[in-house]
Structures are given as C-alpha cells and as structure tokens.
C-alpha cells in the first residue's frame, strides 16, 4: 500500500491472492527464499501514453493510454484492452496481476499483461472510435508484438475496435502478422468460437461445480449481470443447458423477465443497434425495468452470474442472494464481487466459482487463435469448443486438487490462485534472478 498509494482495486486483487498463498508458503519454503511474492506484484513494465485525437466537432480530445507488462515467464504477454472512463493505473494493475494467475490456470504457455484507456466508447460515432482507436495504436505498436505481447479485447473493446487496431498496426508495420491481436473476425484470422468463449467457458465451469453435486443447469432459475460479450454468451449457453435465464442488465439498470429473457432481442439492441437494456421493455411489455445495478441481486435465482464489471456485488448484495436461496455464483466478469461478499458465498456453503477459473476461457481461446495464426490455418466451431470444456474441466479440477491438497476442498479462491501461482513462480525461480 505504502509504494501503491490509492490503488484500491489493484490493493483488493492483491489481498485476496496473498491470503490464499499463506498456506504455501509453510508447506514450501522455496517461495519465500527466491522473495517470489514481493517480485511476482510488480509489474515487469508498465506503460502510460497520451492518446489525442479529433472529436466529429473538430475539437482535439485527449485520453490516457495504458499497458502493463505483468509477467513474462511462462510466455509472452497477454491481456485484453479496456476502454470505460474508470480506467485508470489501479484497474489496469488489478486486471494485469489477475491475469498472470488466470492465464497459468488456462495450461497454455501464456504470460499475463492488461491495458486501455479512460476513454468512453458511448455515444461515439464511428468515425470518432476509429480515430481514437488508431491514435491508440500508435503508440501501442512499439510496445506489443505477437511472441512479445498480444493484447485482445474486455469491456468497451468488441470486434469492431479490434478491427481498427488490427488495421493501424498494419498499416505501421507493414506485412501481416495475424498473431498481434486476439479476438479478431474469423474472415481476417480470427478463431471461431472467440466471441463465445468466456460466457460458455464461464457456464461449463459452473457446470462442472455443479455436477459435483449431482445437479446441474437444467432447470435452474439464472440471474446474469451485464449484456455484454460474456453475458451473452453466458445467457445463451445457459439456455442450450436447460435453464431459464430471467434478468439482465447494463450499467444504467436491469430487466426483469420472469418468462425468460429473449436473447435474440438482447443481441440485437446490444450488439447491433447498440442500444440501451431499458428498450427491451418496448418490445417485451410483459418484463420489468429497473433503474440501478445492484437491485439485479435481489431477484432470487438459483445461479448467479455476474458478468459485467468489478465490485458489482458487495457484502449486502452477497447476503440478499444467500437469503435468497442461490446455489452457485460464477464469475464472468473480473472481481465483480467484493472480499466481503466472497466470503458470505464461503461461509454459507454456496458453491463459488472465481472469475481466474471461471473466465479463463476467453482467454484460453485467444491462445488457441494464436496457435491458429502461427499455423496459418483455422479449426472449427465444433474443435474450438471442444478444446475450450475440456480446458475448463482441467481448470476445475486443478483448482479442486490444490484446494484439496491445502485442507480446505470447497474453497475454489484458494484453489485457483494456488495452482495458478506454482507454475509462474516456479518458471521465476527457473530464469533466475531477472
Ligand atoms: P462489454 O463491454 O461487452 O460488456 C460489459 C457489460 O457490463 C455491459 O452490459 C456494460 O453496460 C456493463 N457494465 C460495464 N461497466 C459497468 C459498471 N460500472 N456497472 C454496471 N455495469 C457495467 O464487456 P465484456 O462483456 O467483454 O466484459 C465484462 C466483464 O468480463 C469485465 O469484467 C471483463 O474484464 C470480463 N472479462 C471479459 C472477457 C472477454 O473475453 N471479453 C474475458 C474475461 C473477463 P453498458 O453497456 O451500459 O456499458
């Protein structure tokens, strides 16, 4: 705290890392030997740039970019970009260190990186996304590269914005090199099934905790945060597992559908029309709108997916959904719930699927677009999301197996950190002092 100062998000992620490693550090004293902890929270780069550019008015506008190099040691950098006007130095790092640990989860030889910009995509023409998003490019190009650092897309930054970078890269660099950016449209050496992966790879991992159990989706009642790229495709694949998904939100309000939440109608306004959540009730007069995020976590559901931001259920939301009988809670945004709320989940036996688990599939499927791009050719659908359940399976399982293995079975937050950190500290401790 005292060399962060103000960094509360990146002091949050850090904390709940920390806790889970205590356990280790008895049973293997090799970590604190080689100060592994202390080196593992600083970033290996961290880079901040000025990104102007001119408004349709004409007006010169001037947004900061950010890249943080996290850790190179299992393999080249890797992290999505976020453009929202809370982006600042402590997001940036909160997400980048959540990454280092995610990625190791995935088994894939990726390191973990995060960037963006406090720039708002909202209410902006495409011209003006396009100009932004190519003055962003120009300073970024110097920083990334496709065994160096590959970034890929998070809130605020689809297809279309992925397009634009990959286009301005291009143009800098010259010659094509398809593995620079993940998330891109298959027409252009994209990898089928990125759009989807980390809402279904969120779902499959619920699902695994489930059957644990002996239950499953089907039939359940689901309340997912967000409309999102992961709501989506968590809302969808949800559906094709049986379940009825009743809300919805964006960060204006919520929908409350308890017929079920029409997906067609959602992917339309959100990902084509680009509208608000609240004009689903236009359509769909039989829902409800309702001004306001949090009041989502009052809906009683049996699975709750948050899959929108950070922080978007703390300890009082926590407590409304326990009261309210929810079985499992996984998550599909980053951090979306507080120390606090994690911790009502755990104390009242609610299976919890952290967001380093649970949406790791997103980015496990970039990698496998950069194995796609390398070998120049592209698999399908169906072998995309095949390889996508049995990487989540191994996720799970892993997480289960380190928790097991630390004496507390059903804590997936200690589980994944766990298994996540051994292999990049082990890589550190490899390549020496560096
Ligand atoms: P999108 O921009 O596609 O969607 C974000 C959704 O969350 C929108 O509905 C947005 O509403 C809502 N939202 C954003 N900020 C807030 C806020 N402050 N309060 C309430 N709602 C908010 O982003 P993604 O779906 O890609 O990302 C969602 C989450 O998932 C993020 O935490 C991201 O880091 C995480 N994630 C994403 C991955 C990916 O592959 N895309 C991979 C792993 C994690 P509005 O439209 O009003 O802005």
Request: glycine share 10%; with cysteine.
């Amino acid at each position: 705290k005292k060399r962060n100062p103000h960094e509360y998000e990146f002091h949050q992620a850090a904390k709940e890392i920390f806790d889970s490693l205590i356990p280790i550090f008895a049973k293997y004293p090799k970590y604190i030997e080689h100060n592994i902890l202390e080196r593992i929270s600083e970033p290996e780069r961290m880079i901040t740039f000025r990104v102007p550019w001119v408004d349709d008015q004409g007006n010169v506008q001037v947004n900061r970019g950010f890249r943080v190099q996290f850790s190179s040691s299992i393999g080249p950098y890797k992290g999505g970009l976020r453009f929202h006007p809370s982006v600042n130095a402590s997001i940036i790092k909160f997400l980048g260190f959540e990454q280092v640990f995610k990625n190791s989860l995935t088994g894939l030889p990726i390191g973990g990186g995060k960037g963006g910009s406090d720039f708002d995509p909202k209410g902006k023409s495409d011209g003006e996304v396009m100009r932004f998003t190519q003055s962003f490019m120009s300073e970024l190009y110097r920083h990334i590269g496709q065994d160096i650092d590959v970034p890929a897309g998070d809130i605020g930054v689809g297809a279309r914005e992925i397009g634009y970078l990959f286009g301005q890269y291009k143009k800098i660099r010259g010659g094509y090199e398809a593995g620079i950016l993940t998330g891109k449209a298959p027409i252009y050496g994209g990898s089928p099934a990125r759009p989807e992966a980390t809402g279904y790879g969120t779902v499959y991992f619920v699902e695994e905790m489930l059957a644990d159990k002996g239950v499953g989706f089907k039939d359940s009642t689901v309340v997912v945060s967000g409309s999102g790229n992961v709501s989506i495709y968590a809302i969808e694949k949800a559906y094709q597992l049986g379940a009825k998904v009743i809300a919805c939100s964006d960060s204006n309000g919520y929908v409350y559908d308890p017929n079920g939440i029409k997906l067609d109608t959602v992917k339309r306004l959100k990902e084509i029309e680009r509208r608000r959540i609240s004009d689903y009730v236009l359509e769909h007069p039989e829902a409800e709108y309702y001004e306001g995020c949090t009041g989502i976590w009052s809906i009683p559901c049996d699975i709750a997916l948050p899959c929108a931001t950070q922080n978007e259920i703390d300890e009082a939301s926590a407590k409304t959904l326990v009261e309210n009988g929810v079985k499992a809670i996984g998550e599909g945004a980053n951090m979306p719930s507080t120390l606090e709320a994690i911790d009502v989940f755990l104390d009242n036996k609610v299976l919890f699927g952290p967001a380093k688990a649970a949406n790791a599939g997103g980015v496990a499927v970039s990698a496998l677009e950069m194995s796609q791009n390398s070998m120049r050719m592209t698999w399908t659908f169906e072998e995309v999301d095949e390889k996508l359940q049995s990487i989540m399976k191994n996720i799970y399982q892993n997480s289960v197996q380190a928790a097991e293995e630390f004496g507390q079975p059903d804590n997936l937050v200690m589980g994944a950190n766990i298994a996540g950190f051994i292999k990049v500290a082990d890589a550190m401790i490899a390549q020496g002092v560096i």
